[in-house]
Nanobody, 113 residues
Framework: VRLVESGGGLVQPGGSLRLSCAASGFTFSSYVMSWYRQAPGKERELVARIASAGGSTYYAESMKGRITISRDNAKNTVYLQMNSLKPEDTAVYYC???????WGQGTQVTVSS
């Protein structure tokens, strides 16, 4: 399993970012995919989840209304569009297929003025 997250960076409060996760080594289209984040000194938490075919989604309350998870099974890629970012969204963001204990390197998101 290989997961390569990208798209993070430094953004001002209220800004937007689109994260991508390129996956390989498993049958991507068969797996529920999730985005997690881990802020400094905190445990990793689930941010969003999307069904294998993309029809059903889940969002953490802390980010609901500001994020959209999507996937392209033809490209083995899952995305996380994040809008109206807040300083408390600062974290390393990771993707992961459900039931697979494997993590990529993550992508750093820093929200600061």
């Amino acid at each position: 399993v290989r997961l390569v997250e990208s798209g993070g960076g430094l953004v001002q409060p209220g800004g937007s970012l689109r994260l991508s996760c390129a996956a390989s080594g498993f049958t991507f289209s068969s797996y529920v995919m999730s985005w997690y984040r881990q802020a400094p000194g905190k445990e990793r938490e689930l941010v969003a989840r999307i069904a294998s075919a993309g029809g059903s989604t889940y969002y953490a309350e802390s980010m609901k209304g500001r994020i959209t998870i999507s996937r392209d099974n033809a490209k083995n890629t899952v995305y996380l569009q994040m809008n109206s970012l807040k300083p408390e969204d600062t974290a390393v963001y990771y993707c992961r297929p459900q039931g697979v204990v494997s993590w990529g390197q993550g992508t750093q998101v820093t929200v600061s003025s």
